[in-house]
């Protein structure tokens, strides 16, 4: 299998060729690529559950998370979402996702920002708090997608070791899907993870020209 990178770079380089071929050429390109891409959908014959990494400094981890929430109710899987460090879901995204209160089950385990508790041994046991509720519904079959929530802000802040949390995850099931969310992963759980993506942030509204908060977007 192709790395993201060389295949990020193959596609670059494809589409700086197709620009410049007639249309018999880019029908026989594209016909050659069809045939390459099927090859590699039939040799991917694993099916397995995935530890799926969000990190970053970019807006969006969470989000892209919820994306996969909802395919996974869309499917009639249970899903099961505990928030680390933040004090509350969002009303839009709660109203949203109550259409699935039967597939559903969302805890909201922390009391805020950190700059907002400013008590750090309550916040470790918040997080030690929200850690044994998500291994709960790591062990429970019936689960087939978990949302740690920020919970790798939780692990960079030293709330919880990586140790305990990879140990953890052994525990999950064959066929069921992890996901943890925050900045500042660490190395451990990255190399442990199946899928990792990295949120790049280049440009911020809030940073750069003092836009506050807007709902659709931030809430």
């Known amino acids: 299998m192709e790395s993201q990178e060389n295949w990020d770079s193959s596609c670059d380089a494809g589409i700086n060729e197709t620009s410049t071929l007639n249309s018999e050429q880019y029908k026989k390109k ?15 014959s694993l099916n397995k559950g995935l530890i799926i990494v969000h990190t970053g400094n970019g807006k969006g981890k969470t989000t892209a998370a919820l994306g996969m929430v909802l395919r996974s109710l869309g499917h009639g899987y249970k899903v099961a979402i505990i928030q680390f460090i933040k004090g509350a879901w969002e009303p839009s995204e709660k109203k949203a996702f109550s259409l699935w209160q039967d597939q559903l089950e969302f805890h909201a385990m922390g009391k805020g920002f950190t700059w907002e508790t400013q008590d750090h041994s309550h916040d470790t046991k918040q997080a030690l708090e929200a850690w044994c509720k998500g291994l709960e519904y790591i062990r429970n079959p019936e689960f087939k997608l978990v949302l740690l929530d920020e919970i790798n802000v939780a692990l960079k802040l030293g709330y919880l070791k990586v140790e305990t949390i990879l140990a953890g995850l052994e525990e999950k099931n064959a066929n069921d899907h992890i996901i943890l969310t925050g900045r500042g992963a660490p190395k451990g759980l990255i190399e442990k993870a199946d899928l990792v993506t990295e949120m790049s942030l280049l440009k911020h509204p809030f940073q750069e020209q003092g836009i506050k908060a807007q709902p659709g977007i931030e809430f």
Do not use: G, N, W
């Not at 594209?30 to 991917?44: D, G, L, P, V």
């Open 30 to 44: 594209m016909q050659r690529r069809k045939e390459i891409q099927e090859k590699r959908t039939s040799q991917a």
